[in-house]
């Protein structure tokens, strides 16, 4: 009987595997390729101390060139902002309402104070704004109900979900800044109080409230400000309550109803582009 060729294949290659099993076994141990567990296990140090180094970085991008010495801008405070860090279970975390009310009512807190979406939308708002966008804003400070003060950079680019800004709050509150991804620029940092030492001598600094007397239109009221003056515009972010600081002039009420603290910047941040002609 003749033998099919399909075995005659399959005996040719095992003889070839053994002939390459002996020339193998002829290369000298220094001649020897590195193991790949071994090249495996160098990679994933090298990994794990790149990730080690960019714990605290994030990404920053320069929205305009910072070319605005000349111009008049805009400044912005957010008092009594609700960003406090606890240690929840085994890790720390942004203290809020509504997901952390057992925790809270158990060290005799108030749950409904502790509403950090508040200043997570502030933030949002004053940043994408066309003020910012077109340079003119210079500052945005935020002072925590804590008396914390730490500074936003107007071009740092922040996190756009409630989960990932709230991750980013406890690193901030933890290391007390936030570098940008390959420069070493702090883009968020923990700076000294009071906050007025970080204001131009030549500004005006104006504050919001419900409770003001003074009720104004926005556009008007802006409209009859220098046009070589600094803006220093103070909101709250927190639920309740009011603000009253020294080192603001003049308490304003843009509004008959009560509004939320973004809302309130959009009206401000239009009113400023009206007035500036920025499109």
Known sequence: MVRPYKM??????????????????????????ESPKKAKTEVSELEKEKSEEVVDEMPGIPIVPADTGKKPGVIFILEKASLEIGKVGKS???????EHANYLMKNKR?????????????????LDSRVNKSGRLKALYVRTQQGILFQIKPHARMPRTYKRFSGLMVQLLQKLHITAAGKGEKLLRVIKNPVTQYLPINSRKIGFSHSSEK??????????????????????????????????????????????????ISIITTAVERKWKIL
């Open 92 to 98: 720390y975390q942004l203290l809020s309402s509504d």
């Open 110 to 126: 108030n749950p409904a104070e502790y509403r950090p979406d508040i200043a997570f939308q502030a933030i949002q708002t004053i």
């Open 8 to 33: 005659k294949g399959q005996k040719r290659k095992k003889k070839e595997k053994y002939d390459r099993e002996e020339e193998s076994e002829q290369l000298d141990d220094n001649d020897m390729p």
């Open 215 to 264: 009720l104004v239109n926005m556009y008007d009221y802006v409209g009859t400000l220098e046009r070589d003056m600094d803006l220093v515009f103070v909101v709250g972010a927190m639920a309740h309550g009011k603000i009253d600081k020294d080192y603001v002039e003049d308490y304003l009420s843009i509004s008959e109803f009560p509004m939320s603290a973004a809302y309130c």
